[in-house]
């Protein structure tokens, strides 16, 4: 039989052993260098593009407009900023949309200009089908350089939540003697 004061040191030390095991969960499951949140961050970026041309397909005879349509569809590119705030990084998100915009930006513009120039050299002074060839090259180029820079930013942004780690735990995490 345990006396009062071997039971309560008894009960202390089980307590803090269960927080130790709280925290050991917790920093397995939020912990920013784990490389258990690379794998929905991969499929989101994977995923993200198909599912807004899905949604933009289905929401264009609804809507009647393919810019409203493709204005909605463009939220789901967000996904993956999004899954930060699964894991309680906001700042991690807000700063992944930033550089997303910024990505596609840039990456929109410098392929819109490359081949808008590129097709300026190959078509003939004055010719009156030049203005249509070079309209055709500068939405092909928008479009690739948008695709290449979606893409640089989703290895980026998944090489850098899996290594780093200076993320701030959540608010929720448990606390006390370790």
Do not use: K, N
Not at 105 to 129: D, I, M, N, P, S
Request: positive net charge; charged residues 10%; proline residues 4%.
């Amino acid at each position: 039989m345990l006396s009062q004061q071997q039971s309560r040191a008894l009960g202390v030390a089980l307590d803090s052993q269960l927080q130790r095991a709280r925290t050991a969960a917790y920093l397995t499951l939020y912990s920013s260098s784990g490389r258990a949140r690379a794998a929905p961050l991969v499929l989101g970026y994977v995923l993200a593009p198909f599912l807004a041309v899905i949604c933009w397909w289905s929401l264009t005879p609804v809507l009647r407009s393919s810019a409203i349509a493709g204005a909605a569809s463009a939220w789901l590119l967000l996904l993956p900023p999004l899954l930060h705030l699964g894991y309680g990084a906001a700042a991690r998100a807000w700063l992944g949309v930033a550089s997303l915009l910024g990505y596609l930006l840039v990456g929109t513009a410098a392929g819109g200009t490359l081949a808008r120039c590129l097709a300026l050299r190959t078509c003939a002074q004055g010719a009156e089908e030049c203005d249509l060839l070079v309209l055709g090259w500068l939405l092909a180029g928008a479009c690739a350089g948008g695709l290449l820079a979606y893409a640089a930013h989703g290895v980026r942004h998944v090489r850098l939540a899996t290594r780093s780690g200076a993320e701030s735990p959540r608010q929720d995490a448990p606390r006390g003697p370790v």
